[in-house]
């Protein structure tokens, strides 16, 4: 079984920074081939990419955050990173972090409970 669990949310003012933290562990030894950010707005019901980070280093963002986000991996600990700055209004969302565990050709999706943001004057 693998726990995912996220911190680091809260509230900022427009133009503010957070970081925000995601640990995954379990019973066993796993190397996730990639971990990453998702986050869903208040009155969406999709959650959408914000950023993700694969074992052999490539990174992907979402558009809305590229210049302001910056995302890392520490895999030895099985940890992600999000460092935000420059937040808008319109990141006000619940982050959740992700972590993809592929065994053979099977691949295995862990979700975090999530982590608010809020970014308001």
């Known amino acids: 079984q693998v726990q995912v669990v996220e911190s680091g949310g809260g509230l900022v003012q427009p133009g503010g920074s957070l970081r925000l933290s995601c640990a995954a562990s379990g019973n066993g030894r796993f190397s996730f081939y990639s971990m990453g950010w998702y986050r869903q707005a208040p009155g969406n019901w999709q959650r959408e990419l914000v950023a993700?980070?694969?074992?052999?280093?490539?990174?992907n963002y979402a558009e809305s955050v590229k210049g302001r986000f910056t995302i890392s991996r520490d895999i030895a600990q099985n940890t992600v990173y999000l460092q935000m700055n420059n937040l808008k209004s319109e990141d006000t969302a619940v982050y959740y972090c992700k972590a993809k565990l592929v065994v053979v050709t099977t691949e295995y999706d862990y979700w975090g409970q999530g982590t608010q943001v809020t970014v308001s004057s």
């Open positions: 993700s980070i694969i074992s052999d280093g490539n990174i």
